[in-house]
């Protein structure tokens, strides 16, 4: 396995992890999906989610490096993981033109959307990656990762988080199926 590919595995469990732990409180969730400003504080504010799963990866993160929303960096300065939060999943390739101009193992994109999106995003996305790789080639080991939440109504008139997520190569290739993760109700 390389590089890009243990950092994304990493990522998912750290990540999955702490959000789920707003999950078991219906108020915090709610704090933390209940508006665009709330959501984006909470992935990238001074005790945001981002930041506090820094350790867990042992990396340092750092906010706004090279105009990109988060970096995590290993003890000696290198960058290792660059995000970007996007709140509008129709404005995401920006998002991933600036994922595909830096360099480290792994690129990650967060947003929200319905999913599957009525739109392909995943195709969009991917080809993207694809043709940007064509004439600025990285690593073979590059994985960009991809998380998506996704509040669905349910039943009981209620509303429950989920997160899709899935990673690619850098030549746009998806390299291991596609999750759903349960968060919780809010």
């Not at 959501?39 to 990396?59: A, E, P, V």
């Not at 990656?129 to 064509?134: A, F």
Request: proline content about 4%.
């Amino acid at each position: 396995m390389g590089e890009g590919l243990q950092l994304w595995n990493n990522f998912v469990d750290a990540f999955l992890t702490e959000v789920k732990k707003l999950g078991s409180s219906s108020d915090e969730l709610h704090s933390f999906w209940g508006s665009i400003t709330g959501r984006t504080d909470r992935y990238l504010g001074n005790s945001g989610l981002l930041k506090r799963i820094d350790s867990k990866l042992k990396l340092e993160f750092i906010w706004e490096y090279l105009h990109i929303d988060g970096c995590y960096r290993d003890s000696n300065g290198w960058p290792q993981v660059f995000v970007e939060v996007e709140n509008n999943p129709n404005s995401t390739l920006n998002e991933i033109e600036k994922l595909c101009y830096v360099r480290a193992p792994l690129k990650i994109l967060i947003t929200v959307s319905k999913w599957p999106p009525d739109k392909p995003l995943k195709q969009i996305w991917t080809k993207n990656i694809s043709n940007s790789w064509q004439w600025l080639q990285e690593s073979p080991d590059t994985v960009y990762g991809f998380m998506i939440g996704e509040a669905k109504k349910d039943n009981s008139q209620g509303e429950s988080l989920f997160y899709h997520y899935f990673s690619v190569s850098a030549t746009g290739e998806v390299l291991n199926g596609e999750k759903e993760e349960f968060i919780g109700k809010f």
